[in-house]
């Protein structure tokens, strides 16, 4: 009873997550073949070759944490607002119409913002109000940008989650024992916050870590991630022993950052165990 | 601090009027204002290679649905029973799937079947003149395995806050195990089961970098506007964009519904 339960999802795992991931691992020691694709081989030679996608890893590893960071300072008042400040009538409204654009064609949003970031949109504007020379799109900015704009809708519900089950009695107690607004937030509300932050940031990073169409759109082709690095390998270049190895070390580099962060997120205070999902 | 609030939906609305209002654009050029017309939404859904592509994906939406809420509430009911080793390696296999960025899963589906399809293909071609090849299908099952994962991870959730007593009281009242799963626990599943549904749908139905990978020579809606957005957008690209916005912001708040009356029944 209980394996036929289990056989379904079991096969699923096994043809198109345990096989495919093991077919890469072996891939990733092979040679290109001379027409694009796979030969039989063993060899490091991929693995040595990968300093020159280093642009693309840097780039990622940069701007993937960094726009984690900054969507997660930009999610926390928002969550706050709408767990503390709005009436119960209206929170899970405004809480629904934050997360709906996640839900909508990411592709159509982001070319959206090509329009907005490029040089008719928001320079365009600042240039009427005297700041010139403003460049936005296919730069870093316009990335991280992006990324706030298209994760926001999935930091903020954790966040607002953890802050709204915050008890406010410790906040008035904290008042009360004269603490200032400033220090009760450090002390009281943030590490209370500490494990929807947690989730937020990890889904966020995990999302932008294998990124391909933001830095596609706004980064166009000048700032690019280890996403846009595989499919020009895989689609384009057809070097799958090469691009099986960069995705090797993107799977290893997300598994070691989420693991570091797992503990000491969970090392801080509170052992409250930061579920993934 | 409402001033930043009210910034933030206008900086997550923006783009979206941006499309909407350009869809009613009567010029060629997608962006540049020529004047208000609907004609776009008749020309979108009168050219066949967006219809097709909407069926398309719209059938591997409602396939990865359905086959996900019905396996990964399978093994969410079947992780219950399982303890040792056997509960970590699933636990494992669950959390790997949802991790794995979608596009390694593509990247990994892609070249295993490939791989498989060159050793099989000579013999089969030979045998019945037929060959493999990826397509639709692949699509659907790589959206299926992560969905699985989201779908059981939901009900698991929901299976862990159940009253215990309501299933025992059931036994007692001499109902089948069978009697007492369709009458008891199915009904206390529905609103996670349905929201993984949901979610599923949405997920596979927004999904560009997956298909983009296994999907061969089939077109999803998203592929087909990538490669329209390559080429220079139309208007028409932007009226199907409104269309499946409005409907998915239609599907979201239904997922909502659903789960907040389902807390309702709950408590």
Redesign the interface.
């Known amino acids: ?3 036929a ?2 056989a ?2 079991g096969v ?2 096994l ?7 093991a ?2 691992l072996v ?1 990733s020691f092979g040679e290109r073949a001379p027409a694009g694709g ?1 030969a039989a081989a063993f060899t490091f030679d991929n693995y040595l070759n990968l300093p020159a996608r280093s642009k693309a890893f840097i780039n990622t590893l940069t701007l993937a944490p960094l726009g984690t960071l900054l969507t997660a300072i ?1 999610a926390f ?2 969550a706050y ?1 709408l767990a503390v ?1 709005v009436s119960p009538r209206w929170r ?1 409204t405004m809480l ?6 996640f ?11 090509i ?2 970031l490029g040089a008719k949109g928001i320079p365009s504007w600042l240039a009427l109000i005297g700041i010139t020379d403003v460049r936005l799109i296919n730069t870093p900015w316009a990335v991280l940008i992006g990324a706030v ?1 298209g994760f ?2 999935l930091m903020v519900p954790p966040i607002y989650v953890s802050l709204e089950k915050l008890d406010k009695r410790l906040l008035e107690a904290s008042a009360d024992l004269g603490a200032t607004p400033v220090s009760t937030f450090f002390q009281i509300t943030l590490p209370l916050a500490l494990p929807g932050v947690a989730t937020g940031s990890m889904l966020v990073f ?2 932008l ?2 990124d ?2 933001l830095p596609q759109y706004l980064g166009g082709g000048k700032v690019f991630f280890i ?1 846009n690095a ?2 020009d390998l ?2 384009q270049s057809r070097n ?1 022993p090469f ?2 190895a960069v ?1 090797v070390a ?2 290893l580099i ?2 070691v950052t ?1 693991y570091a962060y797992m503990r000491f997120v969970l090392s801080r205070g509170d052992r409250r165990r930061a579920a ?2 | 601090m409402r001033i930043f609030i009210a910034f933030i939906y206008v900086f997550l609305y923006a783009p979206i009027a941006l499309i909407v209002g350009l869809s009613f654009n009567s010029g060629r050029q997608a962006f540049v204002w020529q004047g208000f017309s609907t004609e776009w939404y008749g020309k979108a859904f009168s050219n066949p290679l967006i219809t097709e592509a909407l069926m398309t994906s719209l059938m591997i939406a409602l396939s990865t649905a359905f086959l996900s809420a019905i396996f990964g509430t399978l093994l969410a009911l079947g992780l219950e029973r399982l303890k040792g080793w056997l509960r970590v390696l699933f636990d494992i296999l669950i959390y790997t799937s949802i991790m794995v960025p979608g596009i390694v899963i593509g990247i990994a589906t892609l070249i295993a079947f490939v791989s498989f399809f060159d050793l099989v293909n000579p013999v089969l071609e030979a045998a019945i003149g037929w060959r493999l090849q990826m397509g639709a299908w692949a699509v659907i099952a790589a959206h299926v395995l992560f969905n699985i994962a989201v779908v059981a991870l939901l009900v698991r959730a929901r299976l862990q806050g159940m009253d215990r007593s309501l299933v025992e009281a059931s036994e007692d009242l001499y109902a089948t195990p069978a009697g007492t799963f369709v009458q008891v626990v199915l009904p206390l599943l529905a609103p996670a089961i349905l929201a993984g549904f949901l979610l599923a749908f949405t997920f596979s139905f927004e999904d560009f970098i997956i298909a983009y990978f296994v999907a061969g020579p089939d077109v999803t809606l998203p592929i087909y506007v990538f490669s329209s957005i390559r080429r220079g957008v139309t208007p028409e690209i932007n009226a199907v964009g409104t269309v499946v916005l409005l409907s998915s912001l239609l599907l979201l708040i239904a997922a909502q519904w659903v789960l907040r009356r389902g807390d309702r029944t709950a408590d």
């Open positions: 009873m209980t394996a339960l289990l379904p999802a699923f795992f043809f198109l997550l345990i096989i495919p991931l077919v890469v891939f796979y930009i008042p928002v607002f400040k899970v629904v119409l934050i997360m709906a654009p839900w909508t064609s990411q592709l159509l949003r982001y070319y959206a913002w329009m907005l704009y926001l809708p995990i999302l870590m294998g391909y169409i996403g595989l499919v895989f689609l799958w691009g099986a995705s993107l799977v997300m598994l989420i993934l999902v």
